[in-house]
């Protein structure tokens, strides 16, 4: 029989409990469904008695009493009836949210894990990705190990907002929105689309810093003492004006110390670029290369033979070990062109060194293939003549004479 719930009413059950030994339920008459079970071991849970959306007469817990008193039960009681007419299950609900916090315990349905099955899934086309992997692990760290389901565009935002170094964030959020829009695709919804909404704090912009002479007599000894695999392919770089990505992933097997070539197997422009390799260069390689080294193995490996990836932290670093600041690892090929331009080496030239896809214009590319490689060799051999000069303390940029 329905009654109108009191604490006197609850606590006289209580003890005809305890003297009995049987389970009492009491039936709110304030409140429509609204139950409090006591049971001989003690527990006093509020449930709600109510029909889902598809009429079938079904239980819901609201809470344990006395911590959830007569009037929060009331209220609560309301609220479930209301959502569970609607369709929710809050059975169900409780239960995803028992699982998901049992897998995030797990490393399951993380952040972290749904990026790895990301990076599993794209490898091919995600050669930078330890680089891009370990600017979001920095920047969203906090948020990598929590549960898929709890995480919101808030906390994405707050995360990269909040990072002192802003064009770092705006790159880690740059690399994180792909995977965020791949999670979100319809049919598999690992997370809601508003997480690929999340926005960068700074924008990339163009660059154009190019590294002073004085700048490059600092920095230039410490990448020549070679103390990481950082600094030799930072110096590796500068003297054949590659891009980074084209340095870290070359192989033993592609260059040919002898004839003093290396050759780019897919760079940047799909076009294989033919590098000419300075005495300096040559140097550099021969210095570094283990003697039981295999065709397959990097130039620049890790200590456990992988990719490099950690260039924030390496450059950094570096920075500091040189005392300059305020430059990337694509301002070094930047400072070697620009030095070639002030030592007089004609436009094509330089363009044909950075391998870039229309040399001059992309008409004159229509008809001229040719990409220049002796005239590259020689340019390529003055700036490292040069590096060697400003690195020695007496490097003065000197224009070449005109060819006649």
Partial sequence: MAVRLTETAINSAIRRV??????????????????????????????????????????????????????????RAAIVRAE???????????RRRRQIAKEGRDGIGTLGAMLDLYAKLHGENLKSWPEQIGRIKSVFSKLIDKP????????????????????????????????LKWASEPGRAYVPAELAALKPPASPGRRDRVLSRDELARLLPVLSAGATPYASCMKFILLTLTRRDEAVDARWRDVDLEAGTWIVIDPKNKIAHHVPLSRQAIALLEAIKPADAS???????????????????????????????????????????????????????VEAALNHVSIRSPLAATYNKSRYRPQVAEALQRLADALDGIEAGAGEVVPLRGRG
């Fill in 18 to 75: 305890s003297e009995t030994g049987k389970m009492i339920e009491l039936i709110d008459a304030a409140t429509a469904g609204l139950r409090l079970r006591i049971s001989p071991r003690g527990r006093r849970a509020w449930v709600v008695a109510c029909r889902d959306a598809w009429g079938s007469l079904r239980r819901f817990p609201v809470g344990e009493y006395p911590e959830m008193g007569i009037a929060a039960a009331r209220i």
């Fill in 84 to 94: 569970v007419k609607g369709g929710a299950d809050p059975i169900a609900d409780a």
């Fill in 148 to 179: 898929l389901p709890k995480i919101t565009v808030v906390d994405l935002q707050l995360a990269a907002d909040g990072w002192p170094a802003r064009q770092s964030a705006g790159a880690a959020v740059r690399y994180l929105r792909p995977a």
């Fill in 295 to 349: 065709p397959i193995d990097l130039l620049f490996p890790t200590k456990t033979g992988g990719r490099l990836a950690n260039w924030h932290k390496a450059t950094v670093a570096i920075q500091k070990a040189s005392n300059t600041a305020g430059w990337h690892r694509h301002d070094l090929r930047r400072t070697g062109a620009t030095l070639l331009g002030e030592m007089g080496e004609i436009p094509d030239i």
